[in-house]
């Protein structure tokens, strides 16, 4: 990757994990619309496709100064019931709004540290769901670990309840990293959670790594690899830092100096991306690693991967309920986002409300390019009829990336976008030129990471 690519594309920009993004949603709460747009997809999917569950479990023991999610810092593990317990109401507000019962498509429980919590709780918590809920036979149940505190007992409770996929958050394995991101667990640590969870059964193991980390290095970048060689897991989400101080005040435990600068960076992720091919790993999505016998692999090869606010997926819901502090839930066209402090949230779900505080309804306008964003995004290719409402704008999207052109990172026909292999690297790029609220003129634009 060229240092002039670099420097002329890496611009602020959303990661489109959705689309508005969550900065331009309209600051309003239309709580009726949005319990509304819920009924009506639920009525529509809830047969045909099921529904998505994601659980925000906020608590962790101490603070990952990199961290960009909503979390609580205790060690007081007394908090797990009583949270335990409102999501459950909150759960219970949801059901209320459905006619039939609901099919579960898939659970995910994010954080935070979900693995806080203790196996019996975390039992309560999934019986409690499930025994108001049909699971489908293909569902998928997935969860995020910490290596230092995942046991032998939350491995096989969750495994029990119908978990077959679990993503440990590693980062980097240099200690010098870990220290100043105050990140610390030992190869030996992950190893061990590792190989208990190939013999326990789980299906699906991902890595989270990061490039772009305070003191990180290419050497840092090699090693971190290399062990990731000797544990082989079937995914690896390959994610550029993002530095937001001005939203996480941790980030701001260490200086802009520690940082790899924009060359720097990208020459960490393209090493990274090379010893992984080199290795066997298939590049699909943004960042997104896997091996060839992965489902999510061979979701995308069908066209089939979606991506939603949890990142990519084998399966579409076109319903996605978030439950638990600041989670999105997704009716695809709406969003309604949860209160961030645990405190609100846990009042407002005893006063029997939802505890939803901003929500945004998708235009039509909205809804037409967040579905070729998402085809870009999950396929590096997007086409259309030029007769659709919206055409046109993609039409001038179009003339936006004729430098994107120029460089041979997309290929543009009268109808279409694709972005080449070369450009896989600035799909967001890509993305932002048909992004209708980044050239809103009246709309003020507010701070992004970079790109890359």
């Not at 949005?34 to 603070?63: M, Q, V």
């Not at 060690?75 to 759960?91: F, G, M, R, S």
Request: hydrophobic share 35%.
């Amino acid at each position: 990757m060229s240092t002039e690519l670099i420097r002329k594309y890496n611009v602020p920009g959303p990661r489109y994990t959705s689309y508005p993004t969550v900065p331009f949603w309209k600051e309003e709460l239309d709580l009726e619309e949005w319990k509304n747009r819920i009924k009506h997809t639920f009525d529509i999917t809830n047969k045909a496709k099921g529904i998505s569950l994601y659980i925000h479990l906020p608590y962790c023991e101490s603070l990952c100064t990199y961290c960009g999610c909503t979390t609580r810092i205790t060690i007081n593990h007394a908090v797990e019931k009583p949270y335990i317990d409102t999501v459950l109401k909150e759960w219970n507000l949801y059901l209320s709004l459905f006619q039939e019962v609901p099919e579960i498509a898939e659970i995910h429980l994010g954080g935070g540290t979900p693995t806080f919590f203790s196996p019996d709780n975390l039992r309560r918590l999934i019986e409690g769901i499930k025994q108001t809920v049909v699971v489908r036979k293909d569902a998928e149940f997935g969860f995020e670990a910490h290596p230092n505190n995942t046991s032998s007992a939350h491995l096989h409770t969750l495994y029990d309840l119908g978990f077959r996929r679990v993503s440990f958050g590693i980062q980097d394995f240099d200690p010098v990293v870990q220290k100043i991101i105050n990140r610390v667990q030992t190869y030996e640590q992950v190893k061990n959670v590792v190989d208990l969870a190939r013999e326990i059964g789980y299906e699906s193991i991902n890595f989270d790594l990061i490039y772009g980390l305070p003191l990180q290095s290419a050497s840092s970048i090699k090693d971190t690899f290399n062990k990731v060689q000797h544990l082989k897991p079937d995914r690896i989400a390959f994610y550029s830092y993002a530095h937001v101080p001005w939203v996480k005040p941790g980030q701001r435990m260490f200086t802009e100096e520690d940082l790899p600068s924009n060359e720097e960076k990208r020459n960490l992720y393209e090493l990274g991306k090379n010893l992984l091919t080199e290795i066997g790993y298939c590049e699909i999505g943004m960042d997104h690693f896997s091996l060839p016998d992965d489902a999510l692999f061979q979701s995308a090869i069908k066209g089939k991967m979606h991506r939603n606010f949890m990142g990519y997926t084998t399966s579409h819901s076109q319903l996605s309920i978030g439950l638990g502090v600041s989670a999105i839930g997704d009716s695809w066209n709406a969003y309604g986002q949860n209160l961030k402090k645990v405190e609100e949230y846990k009042k407002v779900v005893e006063q029997r409300q939802f505890p939803i505080f901003k929500t945004h309804i998708l235009s039509k306008e909205e809804l037409f390019i967040r579905r070729h964003i998402t085809q870009l995004m999950c396929k590096f290719h997007t086409d259309w009829n030029p007769d659709e409402p919206g055409a046109r704008f993609l039409e001038s999207g179009k003339d936006r990336l004729l430098e994107m052109k120029k460089d041979g990172l997309v290929v543009c026909t009268p109808n279409s976008i694709r972005v080449t292999d070369k450009g896989r690297a600035f799909v967001r790029n890509a993305c932002m030129s048909i992004d209708i609220h980044l050239w809103n003129k009246t709309e003020p634009r507010p701070k992004f990471s970079l790109t890359i």
